[in-house]
């Protein structure tokens, strides 16, 4: 089931009695979903990434900007100008072989987001303005994929899981319409501490790493 390196590998997971060898194998079956490969995305790949996960999805449209390394840890320097999906990709082969990365290097809309996400298990949504977050939500909703909901703002993160299959409530439950155009602003009006974007990241691969394992 396993090969000697990958014992090896996964022998910090595997040592956990809440893990073990049948839990290391569920993340390793598992695939995940993140929206965007900014500084939500960044931590979350990393995390998920090492720990096995079978697969990945990355969708994000955007190319690398030199503003975006205060806080979108996965690209460098040399990677401005690049795709972001491309620059995540390269680091996360390097990082681990096991975890096949699929790129989706476009805008997730009403056209293609159902299509792109039944493939999935788990949906992270690390995307940057409200009308993508709702689209997510209503798709994750309907395909009854347990949605990771992360923004963050200044100094303030938020963290949410909605979990459709299992009669959880959803994220317009919470919050029913859309707020208007320009009350809310974005990270690039208002500002972000790099380390909330990491923070929150990192605690959305968490949260999914306990829905593959079912812990927590």
Same mark, same amino acid.
């Given at each position: 089931?396993?090969?000697?390196?990958?014992?090896?590998?996964?022998?910090?997971?595997?040592?956990?009695?809440?893990?073990?060898?049948?839990?290391?194998?569920?993340?390793?079956?598992?695939?995940?979903?993140?929206?965007?490969?900014?500084?939500?995305?960044?931590?979350?790949?990393?995390?998920?990434?090492?720990?096995?996960?079978?697969?990945?999805?990355?969708?994000?449209?955007?190319?690398?900007?030199? &503003?975006?390394?205060?806080?979108?840890?996965?690209?460098?320097?040399?990677?401005?100008?690049?795709?972001?999906?491309?620059?995540?990709?390269?680091?996360?082969?390097?990082?681990?072989?096991?975890?096949?990365?699929?790129?989706?290097?476009?805008?997730?809309?009403?056209?293609?987001?159902?299509?792109?996400?039944?493939?999935?298990?788990?949906?992270?949504?690390? &995307?940057?303005?409200?009308?993508?977050?709702?689209?997510?939500?209503?798709?994750?909703?309907?395909?009854?994929?347990?949605?990771?909901?992360?923004?963050?703002?200044?100094?303030?993160?938020?963290?949410?899981?909605?979990?459709?299959?299992?009669?959880?409530?959803?994220?317009?439950?919470?919050?029913?319409?859309?707020?208007?155009?320009?009350?809310?602003?974005?990270?690039?009006?208002?500002?972000?501490?790099?380390?909330?974007?990491?923070?929150?990241?990192?605690?959305?691969?968490?949260?999914?790493?306990?829905?593959?394992?079912?812990?927590?």
């Amino acid at each position: 089931m396993f090969t000697e390196k990958q014992i090896f590998r996964y022998s910090r997971h595997i040592l956990l009695p809440e893990v073990g060898v049948a839990g290391q194998k569920k993340i390793q079956e598992a695939r995940v979903f993140i929206l965007g490969a900014g500084g939500l995305g960044s931590p979350a790949l990393y995390y998920l990434t090492a720990a096995g996960v079978k697969e990945i999805g990355v969708a994000d449209a955007d190319e690398v900007d030199l &503003s975006n390394l205060q806080r979108q840890i996965i690209h460098f320097t040399d990677d401005v100008g690049a795709p972001k999906t491309e620059s995540a990709k390269l680091k996360l082969n390097d990082l681990n072989p096991d975890t096949t990365i699929t790129t989706y290097n476009e805008r997730i809309n009403a056209d293609n987001a159902m299509e792109i996400l039944k493939g999935y298990d788990i949906v992270l949504d690390g &995307s940057d303005n409200f009308p993508t977050r709702y689209l997510l939500n209503d798709a994750s909703f309907f395909l009854r994929k347990v949605l990771v909901s992360g923004s963050i703002l200044r100094f303030d993160g938020q963290l949410t899981v909605f979990d459709a299959a299992n009669g959880s409530a959803c994220y317009r439950c919470l919050y029913p319409e859309l707020p208007p155009a320009g009350m809310v602003p974005t990270c690039q009006e208002a500002g972000v501490l790099g380390v909330v974007a990491g923070t929150i990241g990192v605690l959305q691969a968490q949260e999914a790493l306990k829905v593959i394992l079912g812990i927590g």
